[in-house]
């Protein structure tokens, strides 16, 4: 079963930093590009970042460039979002989509509150 | 950016009667390659985005024959042939042709 599991999710301090994980399983992770996708919460749906399949090539939203890292480890399976300088416009429920926008995870919640 | 606009923003269907959602976009989702980038998406109550359509008018594995997708350029629709129960949720709908990729406000569909 082609499954993505995200985790790394919690409650921080505006200022500080979280490190968002995403595990993959049931397909050849190496070979797919990959996206993070965030949801406030009782908001729509709003793209942050890109990775490509071999990780040379990154793109991110305006909203959270430079201060967010995307990053992957194909021989691990596994997917990250390194979130520094965190805002409370930052939280949101955190999914991790494949590349061709087909499968997504559960998500984790982030929280940026004093 | 391109700018996704849906309507309505809310719908609320009586069960075995037709659906219909617009999307369109600012600029045209029509990519050199001859595809259009163009998803449809659900989320239902507490649950992530599910794929319903791609590229328009391709059902994703496991979609029931009564969703439709059509359109063409910068204007697009998602058809319910007979709504059921089971669909009740946040429709939205997503260009994939560059980035960033955006989506639509969303359109939330409620049962009668």
């Known amino acids: 079963e082609v499954q993505l599991v995200e985790s790394g999710g919690g409650l921080v301090q505006p200022g500080g930093s979280l490190r968002l994980s995403c595990a993959a399983s049931?397909?050849?992770?190496?070979?797919?590009?990959m996206n993070w996708v965030r949801q406030a919460p009782g908001k729509g749906l709003e793209w942050v970042s890109y990775?490509?399949?071999?990780?040379?090539?990154?793109y991110y939203a305006d909203s959270v460039k430079g201060r967010f890292t995307i990053s992957r480890d194909n021989a691990k399976n596994s997917l990250y979002l390194q979130m520094n300088s965190l805002r409370a416009e930052d939280t949101a429920v955190y999914y991790c989509?494949?590349?061709?926008?087909?499968?997504w995870g559960k998500g984790t919640t982030v929280t940026v509150s004093s | 950016d391109i700018v996704m606009t849906q309507t309505p923003l809310s719908l609320s269907v009586t069960p075995g009667q037709p659906a219909s959602i617009s999307c369109k976009s600012s600029?045209?989702?029509?990519?050199?390659?001859?595809?259009?980038?163009l998803y449809w998406y659900l989320q239902k109550p507490g649950q992530p985005p599910q794929l319903l359509i791609y590229?328009?008018?391709n059902r994703f594995s496991g979609v029931p024959d009564r969703f439709s997708g059509s359109g063409s350029g910068t204007d697009f629709t998602l058809k319910i042939s007979r709504v059921e129960a089971e669909d009740v949720g946040v429709y939205y709908c997503?260009?994939?042709?560059?980035?960033?990729?955006?989506f639509g406000q969303g359109t939330r569909l409620e049962i009668k």
């Open positions: 600029q045209s989702l029509l990519h050199s390659d001859g595809k259009t980038y």
């Open positions: 997503m260009q994939s042709i560059q980035l960033p990729l955006t």
């Open positions: 590229e328009v008018s």
């Open positions: 990775i490509s399949s071999s990780g040379s090539t990154i």
């Open positions: 989509v494949r590349g061709y926008m087909d499968v």
């Open positions: 049931g397909f050849t992770f190496s070979s797919y590009e």
